[in-house]
């Protein structure tokens, strides 16, 4: 049953990095791919971490893992805009 | 040493004491290493930080759901966008006025950014002075609702109230 949560939940979150991936791909600028990247890998991100707490021996491993999971989220949130300023400025738009 | 100073030095000292926890558990050596290291991380914190507003925690704890359900939506309607073959976006700016986040302090203002970064639609890029940057995926999406909100609630989480101005925060 865990094995079965574990598969579905990371398989989730590959499809979300692989939606990231395709859209800095695709998306027509700078600032969508910023969009595709910070929003779809963070639920990817998300997915794959809730899929592998499923094998997770002990609280104190899922304690790290979501940990990872609010670290990377905090960094996305801030790298996102860091990237978006710099990229705007660049384009001497601020 | 007032209340407000208590106040974040628990707050703090709480929240990396378990971060701590989680990431030494359950060497018993290790946690007995964050006696020093939390101590030292939250004056670290006080210094870069200063407690200038109350964080008010069940305000935060209501927000998170919120916060949680709108990453997801923010996640699932790019990755829709990024496969759809025909891809519906219109980027663009949009004017956020200084009024929801003027009136915010750096370090909530900067947050706010984060938050919105993650929802649906919306790409923070700093500020251009008093005026928050936001880049949208779609111009034909509604957000002169939602970023005002967004703004206000993470001032209710801080305490902070516009129509009174905090002298030097």
Known sequence: ??????????ALGLVFFAAGTVGLIRF????????ALTKAD???LGFIALGVAFQAESWAQVARIALIWVLALLA??????????AALMRRGGA | MDGLWIRAVAHRGAMLGAIWAALSAPDPEGLALGLVAVPAAVALSLRLLPARHPLILWRLALHLPR???????????????????KMPLDPGWIDVPPEPSGGLPGGARVALG???????????????????????????????????????????????R??????GA
């Open chain 1, 1 to 10: 049953m865990a094995d079965l949560a574990t598969l579905l939940f990371t």
């Open chain 1, 28 to 35: 027509p600028d700078t600032f969508s791919r910023l969009h």
């Open chain 1, 42 to 44: 963070n639920l990817g």
């Open chain 1, 76 to 85: 996305a949130g801030a790298v996102a805009q860091l990237v978006a300023r």
């Open chain 2, 67 to 85: 916060f949680l359900a709108g990453s997801v939506t923010g996640g699932v309607d790019v990755a829709r966008r990024a496969f759809a073959r």
């Open chain 2, 114 to 160: 984060g938050e919105l970064s993650l929802m649906p639609g919306t790409l923070a890029a700093g500020c251009d002075g008093d005026r928050l940057l936001v880049h949208v995926l779609d111009r034909g999406g509604r957000f002169d609702a939602s970023i005002p909100r967004e703004a206000r609630e993470i001032a209710a989480i801080i305490g902070h």
């Open chain 2, 162 to 167: 516009r129509d009174r101005p905090q002298g």
